[in-house]
């Protein structure tokens, strides 16, 4: 193969563009398991032959300023026995799907990159990124890897199976890897795959790509929390597509920020998982009730467990982290503000530990996965009947309607009087304004202007952020008297009583603002057609 001719180039969407696709699914695999796993029948039954085992060296190019990665791609150089091979992946979702990707190849001559040698479909946003761009040897990799053709009925599958080490500076850290790439076929003989492996060992869907792992590794930082994306559905699109959407953003979100949920160095990671999670149960939600699917309704119960054993610990989070640090430094010759702390570590260390055993629990492993393969078979066809179909197949704008419209006004009625409910009942309050938040982030661009929109997305926002302050008031109470103890020293039970006389001046502020923030929401008018 000269240079400057593509090494792998399937065009996404059919063959309707000249973007290469990758489709993948990486699984993250203790090493114990690594070698029985890939010799195991469900790998076996599949393959064509013993496969070729390769070491490859990879080396991972940017700026020192990481210019390439803050846009959204990586360029790496990997050696392939005598070969060379140069390649660029964007870090986002293409192509439809949880795991596709944007990916170019070329073979070049030596280790260092040639970027005239890039291939024409590169997109221009790459190229623009890389002009005039000082690039040296950010990262990296070595590993052995055993490379596997697997023949299902209904797809062609390559099996990577890698063991070694990423290399930043003078930090190591270990890889153990599994790696599925669509070569031809239906993208769900990927999961029916991982799903067979998972039954043996524990094996975690992942993300979590060798450069990403590499660039933290370098800044000796957890791995990075990621926010919520819009689905970007495009105008018109029909309902089933936007199904698929919503569901696939609002999984990746979870699978991208369970790396450092696991970490818990930095508190946003339990956070967003919680978030990712309830945005899932609102999508799954409304697909129940559009389709009555039951594995919907399944599905949406498995996400509520896994969010309830990330409450304590984002509980601990928010007192350690926020609750308290403004009110010691009110107080400044208080003693026992810092026994408190050290005591509520405690309590957050024992809270991590239960949201830890959840994220890695074969149940929650194996939600991930099987999630994946619903959407991508949009499973939700499967128990639909003729009306439903027809249902699916018109624009999603109407329904999306439907469904906000039928949101909001549950939240006027749950707010009726709102002066006068009582914290149960503000409660449900915020629960039923917290489901029309994860609604409007996904439905709201299919049936408003952005420009008519944001008004009452951002009336909505505020009234929201003003009860989660209510209840984190609330919450502290409940935290506090888990921790009060008759032996406790007197500085102790002091700094307890100053949060609670903080915390109820700062009741009467919240409440005025609360008010004004719900006769405000309450007042706006619905940017979305009846």
């Not at 990758?22 to 393959?47: C, F, H, M, N, W």
Request: with cysteine; net charge positive.
């Amino acid at each position: 193969m000269s240079q400057g001719e593509a090494v792998r180039g399937r065009p996404a969407n059919g063959g309707k563009n000249s973007a290469s696709v990758e489709i993948e699914l990486k699984l993250i695999v203790g090493p114990d398991d690594l070698a029985a796993l890939a010799t195991s029948r469900a790998i076996e039954r599949y393959a064509r032959n013993s496969g070729v085992t390769r070491n490859l060296r990879s080396v991972y190019y940017d700026t020192s300023e990481r210019k390439l990665w803050n846009a959204g791609w990586t360029l790496r150089v990997r050696k392939t026995g005598s070969r060379y091979v140069m390649t660029v992946k964007s870090l986002s979702a293409a192509g439809g799907g949880v795991i596709g990707r944007g990916e170019w190849e070329v073979e070049v001559a030596t280790m260092e990159p040639d970027l005239s040698a890039l291939p024409e479909d590169v997109p221009q946003a790459f190229r623009e990124t890389i002009e005039a761009a000082d690039l040296a040897p950010v990262l990296s990799t070595q590993v052995k890897r055993r490379a596997r053709k697997l023949d299902l009925p209904d797809a062609c599958i390559e099996l990577a199976v890698d063991a070694g080490e990423v290399v930043a500076g003078e930090r190591r850290e270990a890889l153990s890897e599994i790696e599925l790439e669509l070569v031809s076929g239906r993208v769900g003989a990927l999961y029916d795959v991982a799903l067979e492996l998972l039954d043996l060992a524990p094996v975690e869907m992942s993300l979590y790509s060798k450069a990403a792992r590499g660039f933290d590794l370098t800044l000796d930082r957890p791995p990075g929390f990621k926010k919520p994306a819009g689905a970007n559905l495009p105008s018109g699109v029909d309902l089933d597509d936007a199904f698929s959407g919503m569901l696939g953003t609002a999984l990746r979100h979870f699978i991208e920020n369970r790396p450092p949920a696991l970490d818990g160095r930095h508190p946003e990671g339990v956070h967003q998982v919680r978030v990712a999670l309830r945005r899932l149960r609102s999508i799954l939600n409304v697909i129940h009730k559009a389709t009555g699917s039951t594995e919907a309704a399944a599905f949406g119960q498995e996400a509520k467990w896994i969010a309830g054993e990330q409450g304590d610990a984002r509980n601990w989070d928010v007192f350690i982290g926020q609750t308290v640090p403004p009110i010691a430094a009110g107080c400044p010759d208080a003693a026992g503000f810092d026994l408190l702390v050290r005591q509520a570590g405690d309590e957050r260390k024992k809270a991590y530990d239960r949201s830890r055993a959840a994220l890695a629990d074969m149940r929650a492993l194996r939600f991930s996965l099987a999630l994946a393969r619903w959407i991508e078979a949009r499973g939700w066809r499967d128990e639909s009947h003729v009306d439903v179909l027809e249902l699916l197949g018109q624009p999603a704008s109407g329904y999306a309607s439907g469904v906000l419209d039928r949101q909001f006004r549950k939240v006027l009625k749950r707010g009726r009087k709102f002066a006068k409910l009582k914290p149960e009942k503000r409660h449900e309050l915020r629960l039923a304004v917290k489901k029309l938040r994860y609604l409007t982030d996904f439905l709201l661009p299919l049936c408003a202007k952005s420009k008519k929109a944001a008004p009452f997305a951002k009336a909505l926002s505020r009234l929201q952020d003003g009860l989660g302050r209510y209840n984190d008031i609330a919450t502290t109470d409940l935290l506090l008297g888990g921790l009060a103890a008759p032996d406790r020293p007197p500085g102790f039970h002091r700094a307890c009583g100053i949060i609670h006389g903080w915390q109820a001046r700062d009741l009467t502020i919240v409440e005025d603002e609360l008010r004004a923030r719900w006769k405000d929401f309450s007042n706006q008018k619905v940017p979305w057609s009846h």
